[in-house]
T-cell receptor, first 110, second 122 residues
Framework: LAKTTQPISMDSYEGQEVNITCSHN???????ITWYQQFPSQGPRFIIQ???TKVTNEVASLFIPADRKSSTLSLPRVSLSDTAVYYC???????????FGSGTQLTVLP | GAVVSQHPSRVICKSGTSVKIECRSL??????MFWYRQFPKQSLMLMAT?????????EQGVEKDKFLINHASLTLSTLTVTSAHPEDSSFYIC??????????????????FGPGTRLTVL
């Protein structure tokens, strides 16, 4: 499984756009990039998944450059309720398991 | 779509007793279910992987006789912590991976997580 590296913590203010970048230098050709959000004492919630270029859904966008060695999760206009830990994971579609790194603690300030 | 439930959400038991935790995929069939454990301020650690109708595969260091996993149907997996001890106190989270739904509301082969079960062993 490709190892991921992401910042341990980030602070932002309400209404701002937040970009969390994850590096995955040894990503393989058939690996996908997946992001989860976790609030305290809750299970992780799937946010978005992508393979290349850009993916957008109702809550976030995922930007993946051509070399796919990194990815950026973009959260538009964050609110206090977006304070959570965000995990970046790399997996094969048929992967037997997910390996969670330490994640990024995002704190949104008023 | 993609709802995974766990029951109970919280359990407190005495040392030496056994505790069963249920994990259900409510709106899709889960070909594979996973069980994780998370200690305070730490990330999730995979304990075992189970496929419907077959024996679970345990990660290194996880005792299969202590953490019994049954995946009897495509929507239900159970984790039984046998002879629980205080060091087993943790947050247990299951996830389910399916092939998709007729409505297309889940991403195939993506893991969807339950809300977790807080186990406290006195």
């Amino acid at each position: 499984l490709a190892k991921t590296t992401q910042p341990i913590s980030m602070d932002s203010y309400e209404g701002q756009e937040v970009n969390i970048t994850c590096s995955h230098n040894n990503i393989a050709t058939n690996d996908y990039i997946t992001w989860y959000q976790q609030f305290p004492s809750q299970g992780p919630r799937f946010i978005i998944q992508g393979y290349k270029t850009k993916v957008t859904n109702e809550v976030a966008s995922l930007f993946i450059p051509a070399d796919r060695k990194s990815s950026t999760l973009s959260l538009p206009r964050v609110s206090l309720s977006d304070t959570a830990v965000y995990y970046c994971l790399v997996l094969k579609r048929s992967a037997r398991q997910l390996t969670f790194g330490s994640g990024t603690q995002l704190t949104v300030l008023p | 779509g993609a709802v995974v439930s766990q029951h109970p959400s919280r359990v407190i038991c005495k040392s030496g007793t056994s505790v069963k935790i249920e994990c259900r995929s409510l709106d899709f069939q889960a070909t594979t279910m996973f069980w994780y454990r998370q200690f305070p301020k730490q990330s999730l650690m995979l304990m075992a992987t189970s496929n419907e109708g077959s024996k679970a595969t345990y990660e290194q260091g996880v005792e299969k006789d202590k953490f019994l996993i049954n995946h009897a149907s495509l929507t239900l997996s159970t984790l039984t912590v046998t002879s629980a001890h205080p060091e087993d106190s943790s947050f247990y989270i299951c996830s389910a991976r399916g092939t998709g739904t007729p409505s297309g509301t889940i991403v195939p082969d993506t893991q969807y997580f339950g809300p977790g079960t807080r186990l406290t062993v006195l």
